[in-house]
Each structure stands twice: as C-alpha cells, then as structure tokens.
C-alpha cells in the first residue's frame, strides 16, 4: 500500500489565490520530507527541506514567502502556494525516508496544480 | 553527489528484456547506485540499488561494471506497464537523510 500520500491529487485555482497542498507520511514517523515541482517533460527539481519542528530549507532561486512550508508533525508536511500564479502551474511533489543515508525514499502520488 | 548519464529514450517489444544503461564515471567509493521509475503522471519509485555486487530484486536486476563506473538496469520481460522515465542516481551512502538530485533519465516506451 501507499507509503506517502498527498492531498489534493489535483486542483485548479484563480490566478491570486492561495492552494494548500497536504504531504503525509503514512507508515512511519518522518522528521524530514521533500518537496519537489515538475514542469511538463522535465525531471525533478528540489524545491525545498522540510524539517519537523523547524524552518524549512529553500533551494536556490525557490521564494520562501511564495512557497509556505509547514511541518507541524511528524507524519504531515504541507506546501502552500501563496498568490498562485500560472507560471506556477506544475506537478507537485514530496517524498520521504524511514531512516538515515541509503534508505529507500518514498514518493508522493504527486498534485497537479494548474492556476487559470 | 556525483553525475551520472544516460540515454534520453529507449524502446522495447512487449516480453523483451531491457538493459538500461548509465554511465558514472565520477562515482566515489562511498556513492550507492540508486534506481528510480517514474510512470505517467505519478510520483517516482524506487526500484533497486547496490553498491559493488549485482542485486536482483522481484521487479528487476542490477549489473554494475567491475570499476563502478557505469551499470545496466535490467527488466527481464517487458511489459506495457513498465513504460516509464528511469533514473540513475548516485547517492552517497555518508549523506544523511539528504534528498534525491534527478538528472534527466531514460523514457523507456515499450510497444506491444
């Protein structure tokens, strides 16, 4: 079964507003989850860490104040995007892992943001 | 963590084998060869990893070269389902709970 889901699968949205995405970890208690964003034909891109109990941390170039990370528990990371625009329009997704270095890491089904 | 390269496509016939290549050149001695699957419109999975010696697992083998520096992802039978974007990922086995960096992989599209 699913290790890590995510919450909404998809959403449309009005340019202006705000959409809340909901990472959770399913399995296991999960201190550190990752945020990625995939645009249309390309791969991966990290956006962000997300650490229980902390600030999150950005990747160059990702805007903290746009892109609102919250890890309030261990098992729920969630992603705000704040004043969506379409650029921001794009596939996003978290992952996680039980434990430290080589361990597997466990993918979201992803959410497809699309901001009209 | 080190680069790897691989082929952007590649196809196969329903039932074949497929042998995926990378290329890591770079690999340090403490990097682990990470495989990863993407299908469509779903987020990745993980497939198999090893770090010297061949793996198998129930969804595929991995062959690494004897110098490390590059390794073959193997389906034994390829099947529609199968269809994916591939990701070879050298991951080092002293990084922590650090996260995956994806390179552009391998679309493999497999023909019935």
């Known amino acids: 079964g699913a290790v890590v889901s995510q919450h909404p699968s998809r959403v449309i949205c009005k340019s202006g507003t705000s959409v809340k995405i909901e990472c959770r970890s399913l399995?296991?208690?999960?201190?550190?989850m990752f945020w990625y964003r995939q645009f249309p034909k390309q791969s991966l891109m990290l956006m962000a860490t997300s650490n229980e109990g902390s600030k999150a941390t950005y990747e160059q170039g990702v805007e903290k104040d746009k892109f609102l990370i919250n890890h309030a528990s261990l098992t729920l990371s969630t992603l705000t995007v704040t004043s969506a625009h379409p650029e921001d329009s794009s596939f996003y997704i978290c992952?996680?892992?039980?434990?430290?270095?080589?361990?597997?890491?466990?993918f979201g089904p992803g959410t497809r943001l699309t901001v009209l | 963590d080190a680069k790897t390269t691989q082929p952007n496509s590649m196809e196969s016939n329903e039932e074949e084998p497929v042998h995926l290549p990378c290329n890591h050149s770079?690999?340090?001695?403490?990097?682990?060869i990470h495989w990863y699957r993407q299908l469509p419109s779903q987020g990745p999975e993980y497939v198999i990893h090893g770090l010297t010696s061949n793996v198998n697992n129930r969804m595929a083998s991995l062959a690494i070269a004897e110098d490390r520096k590059s390794s073959t992802l193997i389906l034994h039978r390829a099947t529609l389902r199968d269809a994916a974007v591939y990701y070879c990922i050298l991951r080092d086995g002293n990084s922590g709970n650090t996260p995956l960096v994806f390179g552009k992989g391998t679309r493999l599209s497999v023909i019935a």
């Open positions: 992952s996680t892992s039980r434990r430290l270095g080589t361990d597997t890491q466990y």
């Open positions: 399995d296991f208690q999960a201190t550190t």
């Open positions: 770079t690999i340090s001695g403490t990097d682990y």
